[in-house]
């Protein structure tokens, strides 16, 4: 599975303002709550979307907010994507302390990640178990390692999709399933993926 790797395109660090921070951060929140739209693929657009429906927002200002303090639209989807993760849908509900959170662990994550690694080898005997699922039971990474280090390991093996064609069970797949693929759309835009390929192979070959 290591000498697999799989390539995305980061998201441009173009300058946020307030109309791009409202398409944002609805459009997130509109990719958390259905299962009809991703806004990564669709570029946080909507039909719906035009500077008179935000004219008429009566949250505008905290939009102005946003897009003073998180000056590039970069920052605005980390934002959007923490706050509609936990189900922070609602502007007015934003918890800058997740995006400092998400921020604290990319910034770090090459540590981040290795640590995480070491502590699941020891639930675990081998890489591959940590990724295998069967009909009855969900991949160990799953229980063992943080959303943002499972992304980094599917980014690079692609496990998941191969679990999702085995396992059965039913109590916490489907639900952990939708909540991955939810956090890879967004997360798979900040992972140094072959940085952290390098750490696996270490971690599991040392």
Not at 68 to 77: C, E, G
Not at 80 to 92: H, K, L, M, S
Not at 159 to 180: D, G, I, M, N
């Amino acid at each position: 599975m290591l000498s697999q790797i799989r390539t995305e395109t980061n998201y441009p660090l173009v300058k946020s303002d307030p109309y791009s921070a409202w398409c944002i951060c609805n459009a997130v929140t509109h990719h958390f709550r259905t299962k009809s739209y991703d806004a990564v693929k669709y570029r946080y657009k909507m039909p719906w979307f035009n500077h008179n429906k935000f004219a008429a927002d009566k949250n505008q200002w905290l939009y102005k907010k946003i897009a003073r303090d998180y000056p590039t639209q970069d920052a605005v989807i980390k934002l959007a994507y923490v706050n509609a993760n936990v189900g922070n849908y609602f502007i007015r509900e934003y918890d800058e302390s997740l995006y400092e959170e998400l921020q604290s662990w990319l910034q770090s994550q090459a540590y981040n990640f290795e640590k995480e690694l070491k502590k699941a080898t020891k639930e675990v005997q081998s890489f591959d178990e940590l990724l295998t699922a069967d009909a009855n039971s969900i991949p160990p990474v799953f229980k063992h390692t943080s959303m943002s280090t499972i992304v980094a390991l599917d980014l690079m093996t692609d496990f998941v999709s191969r679990a999702e064609k085995v396992c059965q069970e039913t109590l916490q797949w489907p639900q952990k399933l939708a909540h991955y693929k939810n956090n890879k759309t967004f997360l798979s835009q900040w992972i140094n993926k072959e940085k952290l390929k390098k750490i696996a192979i270490k971690v599991f070959t040392t």
